[in-house]
């Protein structure tokens, strides 16, 4: 198994990093129907361009509407949460990860923005420090990771202040801030893959994600890909095929799509074949899970 190379002399690796970093997300957020009358001005909708990397509340929304939100409605403090076509969106979940989930693919994203009846079944409440949590959740869940990749050997030996440059280069969009520390957190120990594979797979917004143990290679060295993991823990989603000719003898089995399932990582749909370690060092978000969207795909008419 090749030796990880360091961030900064992988070239093409850096391309591919780089672009999975660059993809955004044009997004329209008006104010819901139902709060309109709660403003104490009117405000035109709000356009911006989104990192598929980054977290609803940490966006300039709330800023641009500031002024025309009133600090009480109907008694209750004002709180401020997104929804699209009536789906509540957690906050904690990453914009491309929504995206992904619920969106239909139509641009821009129109988002309906709520200043009352929060629902606190489907969202969890943000407090007054509203960065700081989204950073404590973000570094939760990039320890986490680092926990199922390497027993959490390399996030321990990290620093605070080094925490600190990870969260403010997603934070600030920086993603040579950013990558000076998470190529640590990409690197293999001992020249060996990930002991498990930090994965997430959702179906539908706010049901239980499936989260399990697997392996980027097996015992006799075969590598472990996309549709064997689907083939464990989402079976209606793969067809199992015989191996081409081209494909890698390293591979174990070979697996397509099946017709009805449309699986996306990062907003594309990846190759059933592609080695899981690949997707997991390449198109991970920024806390290091690789997040699997499983939708039933559109039938053309």
Request: glycine fraction near 4%.
């Amino acid at each position: 198994y090749n030796e990880y190379k360091s961030y900064l002399s992988m070239a093409n690796d850096r391309e591919v990093l780089k672009e999975v970093w660059e993809g955004k997300i044009p997004i329209k957020f008006v104010i819901d129907e139902a709060d309109r009358s709660h403003l104490l001005a009117e405000k035109y909708p709000y356009n911006i361009l989104v990192s598929r990397m980054t977290y609803l509340p940490l966006l300039p929304v709330g800023r641009h509407y500031n002024s025309a939100v009133p600090t009480e409605v109907n008694g209750q403090p004002t709180e401020m949460w997104y929804s699209y076509r009536g789906i509540p969106l957690k906050w904690h979940l990453p914009v491309g990860v929504l995206f992904d989930l619920v969106g239909d693919g139509s641009l821009p994203w129109q988002l309906d923005i709520h200043i009352s009846e929060f629902p606190a079944d489907k969202i969890q409440r943000l407090g007054t420090n509203v960065e700081e949590e989204v950073k404590t959740s973000f570094i939760h869940n990039v320890k986490e990771a680092g926990w199922i990749k390497h027993r959490g050997l390399v996030t321990s030996a990290l620093r605070p202040e080094q925490f600190n440059q990870l969260w403010r280069g997603l934070h600030r969009d920086k993603f040579d801030d950013f990558w000076m520390i998470n190529h640590r957190l990409m690197e293999h120990i001992d020249n060996t893959p990930y002991r498990f594979i930090p994965f997430r797979i959702y179906i539908d917004m706010h049901q239980r994600f499936i989260q399990k143990s697997f392996k980027p290679m097996t015992e006799d060295g075969k590598l472990t890909t996309l549709g064997q993991l689907l083939s464990c823990f989402y079976p209606e989603a793969v067809i199992e095929e015989e191996p081409t000719e081209q494909e890698s003898p390293d591979i174990l089995k070979s697996y397509s799509a099946t017709d009805n399932i449309c699986v996306k990582i990062q907003g594309i749909e990846a190759p059933f074949n592609t080695p899981i370690q690949w997707l997991s060092e390449h198109l991970s978000h920024a806390d290091n899970f690789l997040y699997i969207i499983i939708q039933q795909r559109k039938q053309k008419s």
